[in-house]
């Protein structure tokens, strides 16, 4: 086995905000030597790795020679050059997950389209190349209103997503290769966290539950476990593991569901990296979702991925009407809440909605757990003053 | 309240070995700025702290120029010039333990003293100025074979304590001031972390167990909880209270107790600051000893103590035979085992008995908990190949 601790051996992170902060608290606590890029020279990321060098993650340049100076490259966001990790890989930098796995996902007429082919439960969907189809294919009924609108690349945090009830809202859609998807009644939104090692060990974690802000289109609250019957955990873990497969995934792919009113599961996209939907593992896990990742790019065994406790995760999001350096108010009294742990990314300026940490509450009884959630959402604000 | 996240707050630690990193961990998390000081320049420390600065820790100049960058001060290590500290506090900075406990607990005679003055049970004891002192008390009868002998200053991982069993073993002994203690009978070592913020709201966490390597004098397991009955327990927690509070102590205070044949507790000695007896809590407290630390040094609120699962610490050493560029023999191995995490320090080079890392096993089942303590330290082995 290669000495990954506290050797020469070099892993490479390409994006250094808050997952690539929150990766490197494992890499120090196995004295991994680490490599992050990112174009922020301010990026969270850049503390805590043994090298920071700032550069655009789309330059093919940039992308491939930071690449030859490590071992083992990972990324913590999809925006990032493909063929510069294809050719890396080509040359024998192990890449993880692979150029081939981010290929197919970062688009998402093509990641949709290996869920038709694999038979994996999702909404209907049509791609259209151009704007100019899309709207063609509305004159003629074949898309019907209402619809998802998705742009096929960098759609993040509710931007490139659009739901278009009315021929009026398409002028505001920009011109890019897109999605139409079928607008599904659903009761929930879930998600399940897959962990894959190179050698293909698959781990589950618990099935969790979200709770989307109703005009921000971002989590508000992430639940695990979810609060729905054995059957439907089990019918939601089956497929993840079937699209982490589908990937040919090696890392953490986080899934995300629909739990229609039919109870069906369908699939609505997935993530290759750790997500937010598992920020709650770092407290409530017996292996968070940072340390995972890197157990499974390094092909080290995974770790167990049951829960100590419940857990439930509350994003800090900055408050609308205030932009500028950030003050985190009533942080000393969410504090004095038992089981409240808040993470600050670290970010000087908030902006509304933007993500600016998170706080995990972890309570033996999920319910009062959600109790002092909400407390923790109507105590801390993000403001500035 | 100081706005103390993402602010140009600063806050100095002195001290970069596994203590300091682990506590960087925290302030990161919060994001906290921090200044970092430590004689080696690849202390553990250097990463993840927002400055670093090699330095002497006892050197005046040095930390006085130190502590005068930072708004507030810590230290992860009692061997740093408190005279700087004081003269630190005098002209403003706050200082967290403070100098003037610092002082107190630095010297072990006065530590003792302490105990004594405060009626804190611990074990008989005398102070000697000088060597000549001592063996003029041993010559009059005064103090009896076998006593534990220590150094009052400078002691640490089992230097500057022997046990002195017959007079030809004084010879081996430095010419320090010292004490000699009467060598207590007991059954069992624990040890109780107490946290007191700069308000004094005071927590304390369940009372651990501690296992020592018979050749060593190093602890090879702490287990929490302790196996020891509810009315032991708050003997200890009650005892530990009563020291943080003589010490006017702000901080994690660890207090290591011995409890004896007769079910008495005494008072063996303290650490002002995160302990490798409270390392357990970083897997299975709701809040662990270094963000606790952070939060009582900057007033904040104290977070709960109490645990999520039974823990177990074990130490990593340098086996015996082995110096050199290190290599965790059947890391891979331990990592299959559930609930298990490793901590690889960052120290480059064995040596025999060296602190190198510790590994955590939480479980709900404190007896199973043992059990695969017990293989991680069978099979886990740091060695240099």
Known sequence: MVNYFSSEFKLGILGGGQLGKMMLYETRKLDIQTYVMDPNPQAPGRLACDHFTDGDLMDFDTVYSFGKKVDVLTFEIESVNVDALELLEKEGTKVYP????????????????????????????????TKVELVASIEQQ???????WKSTQGGYDGKGVAIIKSEKELAKLPDTECIAEALVPFKNELAVIVARNVSGEIK??????????????????????????????????DIATRVSQAFDHVGILAVELFLTQDDEILVNEVAPRPHNSGHYSIEASFTNQFEQHIRCILDLPLGATESKLAGIMV?????????????????????????????????????????????TIVNKDINTARQIAEKVKDMLRVISK
């Open 142 to 148: 074949d898309t019907k209103l209402p619809f998802v």
């Open 204 to 237: 589950t974690y618990p099935v969790v539950e979200m709770e989307f802000h109703p005009e921000a289109n971002q989590v508000e609250y992430v639940l695990c476990p979810a609060r729905i019957s054995d059957a439907i955990a089990k019918k939601a873990i």
């Open 98 to 129: 692979e150029a081939a796995t981010l290929r197919k996902i970062q688009n998402k007429g093509r990641q949709k389209q290996l869920y038709a082919d694999r038979g994996i439960p999702t909404a209907d969907f049509a791609v259209f190349a």
């Open 315 to 359: 994003n800090l999001t900055g408050a609308e009407g205030f932009s500028g350096p950030v003050t985190y108010e009533n942080i000393k009294e969410v504090m004095t809440l038992p089981g409240v742990t808040p993470h600050i990314y670290g970010k000087k300026e908030t902006r509304p909605f933007r993500k600016m940490g998170h706080v």
